[in-house]
């Protein structure tokens, strides 16, 4: 029983020590998320796998969550802590202190302009390669052949956005992230218009979040 209590204790410490070092980061460094839904901008026609145009009237994603993580990282977890740390509310508490990851929810509009997040990250100087965004409650309505078409989804989506080129802090740079949500082609996981009118907003989803990518701005 002393035994193993000791390695437990000795697994917490370590653990308390993993977080401690995912907490910190330099005062003063703040990047902001500016998110766009493609690099033409707005989209106003979108393409079915089968090559359908779709003229969108609203197509919106809720953006629940979203990381930064440093080369060579796998993002932020610590799920044995957390289990330690008993209830949901301890792990929510846990994400939100660290300065890696923002929480929404944000509500974006994929057919109007870009648009900041309210919040920023506050990394430490270092380099990040990736953004890892968690992606819901897409709202989708629009026209095509003459059809009124919608979709909603049910689901939630990662999407994980190499950053090209990597993101370099220093102790006083000045930086920022663009978060492209997609090509204007986000439907092709869907190979044709559907007879009833109603789309499959989870394939929508899907193929927002494959198609995301991100770069660094100043």
Excluded: K
Excluded at 24 to 32: K, R, S, T
């Amino acid at each position: 029983m002393r035994q193993a209590a000791q390695r437990t204790t000795a697994a917490l410490g370590l653990a308390l020590s993993g977080v401690a070092g995912c907490v910190g980061y330099e005062p003063g460094l703040a990047v902001p998320v500016r998110v766009t839904a493609s690099e033409a901008g707005p989209l106003e026609i979108v393409w079915m796998g089968d090559g359908s145009a779709l003229e969108i009237e609203t197509l919106a994603v809720v953006i629940e969550r979203i990381e930064l993580v440093p080369i060579g990282g796998a993002g932020h977890t610590h799920h044995a802590l957390l289990g330690l740390l008993g209830p949901p509310r301890a792990a929510a508490q846990h994400h939100h202190a660290s300065p890696l990851a923002i929480a929404g929810p944000w509500l974006v509009h994929a057919n109007r302009p870009s648009v900041e997040l309210p919040a920023v990250f506050e990394p430490a100087p270092g380099r990040y390669d990736r953004v890892v965004a968690t992606l819901g409650g897409l709202v989708l309505a629009g026209w095509a052949e003459g059809r009124y078409l919608s979709a909603r989804s049910t689901r939630t989506f990662e999407a994980r956005a190499d950053l090209e080129p990597p993101l370099e802090l220093g102790p006083e740079d000045d930086a920022a992230i663009a978060l492209t949500l997609a090509e204007a082609a986000p439907f092709a996981l869907l190979a044709a218009l559907p007879e009833e009118g109603v789309l499959d907003g989870d394939a929508v989803l899907a193929g927002i979040a494959a198609q995301c990518h991100a770069a660094p701005g100043r």
